[in-house]
């Protein structure tokens, strides 16, 4: 049965908990929660997206392009597509956001394999999510819910990707995909 993204979905290492609102063409949007100390694990680029941070409780810490912002309770903060960013909670309470990805294209898509990937606990020593099978669905859904982490320079992570894809095909990760995606 394919991940549910309107269910929970939490990285026990990041305490980050992603429960989808809504998703159509325009956005994506979901209630994304921080526990105290908690953290995104990598710096990332949204390719063709802006993400946008409407914070309900707490205090958001984020670096967007090197510039430090802290947003509070009732504020919001939005990345324009194509900015380096990420994220954390320096608060002693959790972080409550409602979090939108504008436009929303096949995030749907990509929520449900990072939380596949979550929920089977293919995540490194600091809660991100296994590159080489995120990568492998990346291609495989044509996706354009494009997210590339920062420390990959962009022609080296479109070449990697076609290295995933290869090593996926090879793997048998098209089962992962469709235990995820239902597709």
Same mark, same amino acid.
């Given at each position: 049965?394919?991940? !549910?993204?309107?269910?929970?979905?939490? !990285?026990?290492?990041?305490?980050?908990?992603?429960?989808?609102?809504?998703?159509?063409? +325009?956005?994506?949007?979901? $209630?994304?929660?921080? $526990?105290?100390?908690?953290?995104?694990?990598? %710096?990332?680029?949204?390719?063709? $997206? %802006?993400?946008?941070?409407?914070?309900?409780?707490? %205090?958001?810490?984020?670096?967007?392009?090197?510039?430090?912002?802290?947003?509070?309770?009732?504020?919001?903060? #939005?990345?324009?597509?194509? /900015?380096?960013?990420?994220?954390? +909670?320096?608060? %002693?309470?959790?972080?409550?956001?409602?979090?939108?990805?504008?436009?929303?294209?096949?995030?749907?898509?990509?929520? $449900?394999?990072?939380?596949?990937?979550? !929920?089977?606990?293919?995540?490194?020593?600091?809660?991100?999510? +296994?590159?080489?099978?995120?990568?492998?669905?990346?291609?495989?859904?044509?996706?354009?819910?494009?997210?590339?982490?920062?420390?990959?320079?962009?022609?080296?992570? !479109?070449?990697?990707?076609?290295?995933?894809?290869?090593?996926?095909?090879?793997?048998?990760? /098209? #089962?992962?995909?469709?235990?995820?995606?239902?597709?």
């Amino acid at each position: 049965m394919a991940i !549910n993204i309107y269910e929970p979905c939490t !990285n026990p290492i990041s305490g980050e908990t992603f429960k989808a609102i809504s998703s159509d063409k +325009n956005a994506y949007v979901m $209630q994304w929660t921080l $526990q105290p100390k908690g953290y995104v694990p990598f %710096e990332h680029i949204h390719l063709h $997206q %802006e993400e946008v941070f409407h914070i309900k409780k707490g %205090e958001l810490k984020i670096v967007i392009d090197g510039t430090e912002h802290i947003t509070k309770e009732g504020e919001t903060i #939005a990345v324009p597509k194509g /900015s380096a960013h990420i994220a954390s +909670n320096n608060k %002693e309470e959790v972080l409550d956001c409602i979090v939108e990805y504008k436009p929303g294209l096949d995030y749907d898509a990509f929520m $449900q394999c990072l939380c596949g990937l979550t !929920n089977d606990g293919l995540l490194d020593e600091k809660g991100s999510i +296994n590159i080489p099978r995120m990568g492998y669905f990346l291609v495989k859904m044509k996706t354009k819910s494009m997210a590339r982490p920062t420390e990959i320079p962009a022609p080296l992570f !479109n070449i990697a990707l076609r290295v995933f894809y290869l090593r996926g095909v090879f793997s048998g990760w /098209s #089962a992962l995909y469709k235990k995820y995606t239902g597709k």
